[in-house]
């Protein structure tokens, strides 16, 4: 199989065929004398994987070994030996790496989402810029370099294609935390936040760009505590029913800022429910129900024991009421939760 702009073997004949490859002795594949189900392999890649086994066990690095890794990757982008073979001849031939970043891309565009192509790129922009020599730039001087912002744009033209592919954010993630763009990637996040209010990919990087990398421990100040909430419960007023920023707010809160839960989140969630405008969505959607649930739990946690019990009986009031009115789909799941509050 050959990918458009991908170039390995120039050669289509078969390898036993071409004169390069004459001293070398293809080691066969042992499945054993009797394979219970063997994979049918068609006549090339059989030939091809022959031909890559002979050359890794001989650790051969060599232009003809880098092509026919190409080869078979192109076959099989799945085949991760092939990759960190791939990976080892490109640092012991000095290949061109950004010839190599462009035959990745080439191939990208026909399996975006496979593991070993995106971790393979981290490897070549390492190599090419760095992290290093890199972090001793300013931040706006690191943006402008061309390898960034190369890509930067690769990545954001891979989440155009599709918004929620997991490896193209985890690379992003990689790409920002590797070299520290923090300061760019809340704008980048709201505008796919805005294109798309139900983007729990996009949601999900908010979390990763608000926490900049820091511990789970993190606690956030009360400042970016109250504008976090302020921007969930907007995004939260266009859709009410949108999962998304409910568990966005809710998770960042539980774990970072406790506190902002009762102080901050309640009241803005609860004049929305109050608000006539409003309040037949927010009282059919099982996240603000949800959302209290968490609230008056962990509201109790910072009480004294003796103190704890009206918002623990809240709290289950409120899972009776999802099991039985407003989440009957979940009504087990929420006869559970009711058993589990309070029991942290």
């Known amino acids: 199989m050959r990918i458009d702009g991908c170039s390995d073997?120039?050669?289509?004949?078969?390898?036993?065929?071409?004169?390069?490859?004459?001293?070398?002795?293809?080691?066969?594949?042992?499945?054993?004398?009797?394979?219970?189900?063997?994979?049918?392999?068609?006549d090339e890649y059989r030939e091809m994987m022959g031909y890559l086994r002979a050359v890794m066990a001989a650790g051969e690095e060599s232009a003809r070994a880098l092509a026919l890794s190409g080869r078979v990757i192109q076959a099989n982008p799945g085949h991760y030996?092939?990759?960190?073979?791939?990976?080892?001849?490109?640092?012991?031939?000095?290949?061109?790496?950004?010839?190599?970043?462009?035959?990745?891309?080439?191939?990208?565009a026909k399996h975006p989402k496979n593991y070993q192509l995106w971790h393979h790129r981290e490897a070549l922009v390492e190599r090419l810029w760095p992290a290093r020599a890199a972090l001793a730039l300013p931040e706006?001087?690191?943006?402008?370099n061309p390898v960034l912002r190369r890509e930067l744009q690769f990545v954001g033209s891979a989440l155009d294609e599709d918004a929620k592919n997991f490896h193209a954010w985890?690379?992003?993630?990689w790409l920002v935390a590797r070299y520290e763009l923090w300061a760019q990637e809340l704008a980048f996040v709201d505008t796919m936040i805005s294109q798309d209010v139900r983007n729990n990919s996009a949601w999900n990087?908010?979390?990763?760009?608000?926490?900049?990398?820091?511990?789970?421990?993190?606690?956030?100040?009360?400042?970016?505590?109250?504008?976090?909430?302020?921007?969930a419960v907007e995004h939260i007023q266009f859709a009410p029913n949108n999962d998304s920023p409910w568990a966005y707010v809710v998770?960042?809160?539980?774990?970072?800022?406790?506190?902002?839960?009762?102080?901050?989140?309640?009241?803005?969630?609860?004049?929305?429910?109050?608000?006539?405008?409003?309040?037949?969505?927010?009282?059919?959607?099982?996240?603000?129900?949800?959302?209290?649930?968490?609230?008056?739990?962990?509201?109790?946690?910072?009480l004294p024991p003796a103190e704890r019990a009206p918002l623990l009986d809240e709290a289950r009031a409120i899972c009776d009421r999802l099991a039985t009115q407003v989440d009957i789909t979940h009504n087990r799941y929420w006869r559970f939760r009711k058993t589990a509050v309070g029991a942290a």
């Open 9 to 42: 073997i120039e050669d289509p004949a078969p390898l036993a065929q071409q004169a390069a490859w004459q001293d070398v002795e293809p080691i066969a594949q042992d499945d054993g004398p009797s394979p219970i189900c063997p994979i049918a392999y068609t």
């Open 81 to 108: 030996t092939a990759w960190v073979y791939r990976k080892r001849l490109v640092e012991a031939l000095a290949s061109d790496i950004g010839a190599e970043l462009d035959w990745v891309s080439a191939l990208s």
């Open 140 to 144: 706006d001087q690191r943006l402008a």
């Open 170 to 173: 985890s690379y992003r993630q």
């Open 205 to 231: 990087q908010r979390y990763f760009a608000v926490l900049r990398g820091r511990p789970a421990t993190t606690q956030l100040d009360a400042a970016l505590a109250r504008a976090e909430v302020a921007y």
């Open 251 to 302: 998770g960042l809160l539980l774990r970072h800022a406790p506190a902002a839960l009762h102080d901050e989140l309640l009241p803005r969630i609860r004049a929305l429910a109050a608000d006539p405008g409003f309040a037949p969505a927010m009282s059919s959607t099982p996240f603000y129900w949800s959302a209290l649930v968490d609230i008056h739990e962990q509201q109790a946690r910072a």
